[in-house]
Every structure is written in structure tokens, then in C-alpha cells.
């Protein structure tokens, strides 16, 4: 039978790119997980260290080897580029650090031994990713294990698969389960059992099939019911039990419709949830088996049905997770920001991977090819066939589920990428890093109306903050937690107002690291998290939809990081899942309201005041005091990028400049010229945002609420900084017609 040993302890680690550098490394003792850039890739400094480093291990040959066994080492992942030595002799190379790979190591052990795994995450052009807005950690990052089995097993190497697929059909209330498992010897029988039904066959050309029948089939529901089954997989020779296989699996139907979304087991489902990042401060990507379970049991405290798992293949221990808590998953590549011609083969690669690795899970409704893959460049044949590719590998795998992008805001909705996959979802940003909110609306309206046909999500949308920075009047681009909420309470609005969405994920759950930040009193973070990246604090806007999506009763009084107001009359904002709200100030009652999910109330300050909202059982309650003067430590102070570049005080609001909207500086002819000079420049250079507005009325007519500054910022580097300026200046010289 199979032997298991868990081997995330004994290593050593340096960062060392080959052997003769290893002779003079510095070592350190480390325990598995580890990555080497859990700090530097998380402070937006100049160190973060990405290249080739080294782990080894000295073992004995184990105990469980004998003749006719056969030895495996599983790692987990390794990022992102592997190769895997044992005692002087390479066994394996693998691209891709985010998916399971294993090594044979029976030819070259020894009674003691010494194993060297080179891990790289150095850029190249060919490994994805290598542009995108999160950090990149290098290392032996998850699991290793150690796998004993006998010579006649099921299959361990191939794409790193667990041997066995499971592939349920369910109609009428009975499920026809496909089994198929895979035995490179070749001999033997199969036993398969699903829910107390057995069924053995022959191995033939290297795999057994058999299919069983289940009747009145518990069918796996979601977060209402996610029922698992077990099918277990038996190698038998002769009489014996050679090797065994064991997977959950859960039966379920879904569809989606073009007008009324996501339907599971026949019934409407509407898909409302987050997406999530692997990663936590001081630990990196290296996370334990308890960490992933306090980011579910966040997730589920907040309401979630879904999760998009972004933007590469996750641990196999958080798709078991979705599964038993009854998680819908979006699961993709990390094909992502930036087309690289020499990466073909890459995407494949990591598809298949993932498709195989993890077909399994009844959770996982779609496979994601791409995530704003246009956003560093035009539309190409290659990058075009590289998704026909990869759309028609997922179709050849998994007849049972559907493809799906993720697009860039400004991809045109006209482009051949939109009707690729079976269904798509726009990453929207309306509202933070450009335009209006309203325009979030307006796109999907234009959208659905234009192309009733296609099925549409929104896959990304958010704001940063910061939960140092407050204010009484929020405004975009300010970092501060109350914007966050205006911000969210919008898209919230926005959402639920178009039932015709398959499935919409805030961007994100969780802060995370990206290296290349340094912005909204953060280095190396992204803070569109609705929740700290320690995890230890959860955000105003949190609330906001755990009052939306949750059932679990509960009020929640927003602004307690606001604690010091210069303002006479403030607004107490209750978020809350009860229908009737109540406020007391200093222990008196002042107002009741009914509503749902967003409550504001107006209160005077004339000192300091105990805040209190109760409603039903549920209480809350907090301290804030008037101060003379803002607190200062509330306010982020803008610098360094375009958005940030002229201070408010100095901006003449009666004249035009690039904050302005495109629309109005277009009906003064002044400055139409100055403003058609920049975007000519701009399309001529590699100004995507410029060069996607050509012969694209939608996108035109978006972009025409966005002020010329947030255009410019999205081509950021197509136009210096100084012209951008000297810009600003001229338009402040045209005084706006009076109102």
C-alpha cells in the first residue's frame, strides 16, 4: 500500500544560483512552507530579491523502500521555476509556481542521500507570470511530501495528477458517476466504490473505467447544502490491494442565463462574493493549513457564495475547503497583464495542470483563461490563438464546465477576445483610479443593451484604503476607509439593480502585497482588501456586505477609526442585516429607522459622546469627540503620481486643467486643441487607454466622463511628466464659460 511522510522539515536554504556559489552561501535552517521574499516582497523596497536560490536535504533512504517499491517525492509548489537534483543527478525541471509536480527518485538513492532544489523566480519571457499588480515570492512555498508505493501503482507523474477522475452527471435525481484512473504498469484490476456500490474493471492501454449509478442523489448545494460523496480507487493484483486512491466529489447542475444570471441544481443562484490572494504579512505566500482556514471562515462570515481564486492555481487545501463549505470557484492561470510570444506553451502547460490537478472539485464552475491580458499592449494573432488554444484545451478536458476571461476596462466590447470563451466579466474601476462612479452603471447598461446575447460578470472592482485615513467629506482618491465605503455602497447598489450579472467578486478580500506599490501610506501593498492583510482588522466596507449577504443578525456602526470630528454635525453611518435600527447617543434614544442594509443618522457634537446602535439583540457602540481643528494624521497627503501632482489649494477651479472631464474640455475649442495634441501623442506612443478609444463609440463616450487626468494616468509613461504639466498650465490660462 501507499506510505505517506510529510518532509516540510530539515531543509537548508541559500540563495545560491548553482553549486559553486552554494559552496561559499550563507545557509540558513528553514522549515517547509518558506519563501525568501515574505518580507522584502511586501515593503515596496529596492531589495526585493527575486533570482535562483537553493534548498537541500540530507536523508536516509526510507524505511518503507523496498524491492519492487517504487519512491516519489510531491511538491506542492515551487516557484517558479524548479529543478530537482538527488545526489549529483538532475530528475526534474517543471515550469510554473503554482501547481503540483512530483519526482521519481528509485534509480538514484543510496542508504543516505542529498537532495538540491534550485528554485527560481527571476523574470524571463517565457514562465507567467511576469507583469501583474502582485508580488511574484520565490520558494518552496507549500507541502512536500514523501510517497512510497509499490511497483504496480496509479499514476502519480503526469501533470501531477491524483491518479483517478471523477465525472458526474445528474439528471432527474440520479447521478451516473464516470470513473477512470490510470496505471502506467498496465496490469491489474480496478475496484471503484461511490456511496457503498462497487464495480472492479481490467487495466486496458494503461487505465480502468467503469461507471455507477446513484439514485435520489444528494446533490451538493452551496453554502446551503454541500453534500460530498467519497469514490474510492483500488489496485488489485491478484487478490491483494497494490495502491489506493481516494477523492470527494460532489454532484451538482449549473447554468447561466443571459438575463437571470447563475443557477445551481435548477433554481437561481446569485453569485455574490470576493476574490482572494494567497499571501500575508511577514509570511508571504507560505501559508499553513490553519491560515487557510481562518481566510474561509472570513470569507464565510462576510456572506460570500463565491470566490474568485485569483490569478493563479491555489492550494489543493483551499479548493477542498470551497468544496466542503460549498464555495463556487472561479480557478484560472496566471496568464495575466502581458502577452508574451515565447509563453504559449506555458499557458497550456499550466492549464492542463490545473484542469487536471483539480477536475475533482465540485466547487470549480469555470476555468479562466486570461486576466487583462490586453492591458500592456494591443490585441495580436498570437495573443488571439494563444486563447483559441487554451479555450480549446479546457473544452477537450472538461466538457462539464465553461471558460471565462477577466477583461480590462478598456478592451473594446467589440473585440473578437469577448465572444472567445463561453462567458466573460470586466475588471471595472470606475470611480477609484478614473471616471465617475455612475459610470459603472451606464457601462453595463450600454454593455447588456448593445450585446443582450453575451453573459457578463463584473470579475474585479474596488477601492484602496487605507483604515489610518478618515474623513467627513470622502472623495476618490483620497485612500481613506470612509471613501471605501461610499465607493462600495454604489457597486453594491449597482450589482444587485442588474440581476443579469453571472457573478460579481470585490476586489479583494484581503490587502496584499505588490511590490511595485508605494501609495496610499503603504509600501508594497495593495489596500483594496476589505480586510487587513494580518487579517486582524476588518474594514468598514466588510460590513457593508456581510449586512447585504450574511443571515447572521448583527449591527455595526461605521466610522470608529473617526473618532476625532471638527465638524458641529456628523453623520453616524449603521450597517446592519436587521430591518429596524436604533441610535443613542450618551445612552439616549434619538432616532429608530427602518431600511436595509445602510443606515445614516445626523448627530450634533459638542464634546465627547458614547455612540450606540442597537437593533434587535444586536448592539454596537463607540466613542468620537469634537476637536477644534481636522486631525491631520486622518488625511493622506497626495504626491508623486499625475493624479496627485497639483495641489488642491492651487488648482483654479474656474479654469480648465486636467482634472477636468474629457467632454468638457471638448466643447471649448481652446482647449479641444490642447487636449486632442496629448491624445495624439499618446496613441502614437504606447498608450493603450489612447489607442483603445479608436473606433470604439462605447469606450469613447465612457472615457468622456473621465477627467483628462485619469486618461493620462492609465498611459502613464507614453507622455512625460513634464509635458503633462506645461499641459495643466496652458489649460489653467482658459477660463470656463460662467455657470
Known sequence: MRYLENWNEGWNFAKAANLEEARTAKWE???????????????????????????????????????????????????????????GKKLAHHEGGYSTFRVNLTDVLEETNRIQVFVDNAANDFVYPQMADFTFYGGLYRDVTLIVVPEDHFELEKDGTPGMKVTPQVEEGRAEIALEAWVPGGRGQVRFTVDGMSKTAEVKDGSAKVSLTIENVHLWDGVNDPF???????????????????????????????????????????????????????????LTEAMHREDMAIIKEIGANTIRLAHYQHAQYFYDLCDREGMIVWAEIPYITKHMEKGRQNTLDQMRELIVQNYHHPSI?????????????????????????LNDLCHRMDSTRLTTMAHVFMLETESPLIDLPDIGSYNLYFGWYLGELSQNDEFFDEFHETYPERVIGLSE?????????????????????????????????????????????????????????????????NQKGLVTMDRKLKKDAFYLYKAAWSREPFVHLCGRRYAERAEAQTEIKVYSNQPKVSLYVDGKLTETQEGRTVFRFQTVLSGEHLIEAKAGACT??????????????????????????????????????????LKDLQANPDAAKLTDEIMAKARASRG????????????????????????????????????????NRKLQSIRKPEA
Not at 526585493?48 to 506542492?76: D, H, I, M, N, S
Not at 471605501?484 to 450589482?495: F, S, V
Open 29 to 87: 535552517a528553514v522549515s517547509l512552507p518558506h519563501t525568501w521574499n515574505n518580507v522584502d516582497g511586501q515593503d515596496g523596497g529596492n531589495d526585493y530579491y527575486r533570482g535562483r536560490c537553493l534548498y537541500e536535504k540530507t536523508f536516509e533512504k526510507p524505511k518503507a523502500f523496498g524491492e519492487g517499491k517504487q519512491v516519489y517525492l510531491e511538491f506542492q509548489a515551487a516557484a517558479m521555476i524548479a529543478d530537482v537534483l538527488v545526489n
Open 228 to 286: 460530498l460523496y467519497t469514490a474510492k480507487a483500488e489496485l488489485l493484483i491478484g487478490e491483494d490491494i497494490a495502491d489506493e486512491i481516494v477523492l470527494p466529489f460532489g454532484c451538482r447542475t449549473f447554468a447561466i442565463d443571459k438575463e437571470k444570471g447563475f443557477f445551481l441544481n435548477g433554481k437561481p443562484y446569485p453569485l455574490r462574493g470576493v476574490s482572494r490572494h494567497q499571501d500575508r504579512v511577514d509570511v508571504g505566500n507560505a
Open 365 to 389: 464552475v469555470c476555468w479562466g483563461l486570461s486576466n487583462e491580458i490586453t492591458a500592456s499592449g494591443t490585441v495580436t494573432e498570437d495573443l488571439i490563438e494563444n486563447h483559441r488554444l
Open 461 to 525: 472592482y474596488g477601492a484602496d484604503a487605507n483604515p489610518q485615513f478618515q474623513a467627513s467629506e470622502p472623495e476618490r482618491g483620497d485612500y481613506t476607509e470612509s471613501y471605501q465605503c461610499l465607493y462600495h455602497e454604489h457597486l453594491l447598489a449597482c450589482i444587485e439593480a442588474r440581476p443579469y450579472l453571472w457573478a460579481t467578486h470585490v476586489w479583494n478580500m484581503f490587502d496584499f502585497a505588490a511590490d511595485g506599490r508605494d501609495e496610499g501610506g503603504a509600501h508594497g501593498r
Open 620 to 661: 454596537d457602540s463607540m466613542r468620537i469627540r469634537r476637536v477644534p481643528e481636522p486631525n491631520k494624521a486622518y488625511q493622506f497627503l497626495k504626491e508623486g503620481d499625475v493624479v496627485n501632482w497639483f495641489d488642491r489649494d492651487t488648482y483654479k477651479k474656474d479654469f480648465y486643467g486636467i482634472k477636468d472631464r
Open 688 to 727: 493603450d487607454v489612447a489607442k483603445s478609444t479608436q473606433g470604439n463609440e462605447n469606450l469613447r463616450k465612457m472615457m468622456g466622463g473621465m477627467s483628462l487626468e485619469s486618461v493620462l494616468k492609465q498611459v502613464k509613461g507614453a507622455v512625460p511628466a513634464e509635458e503633462i504639466q506645461e499641459l
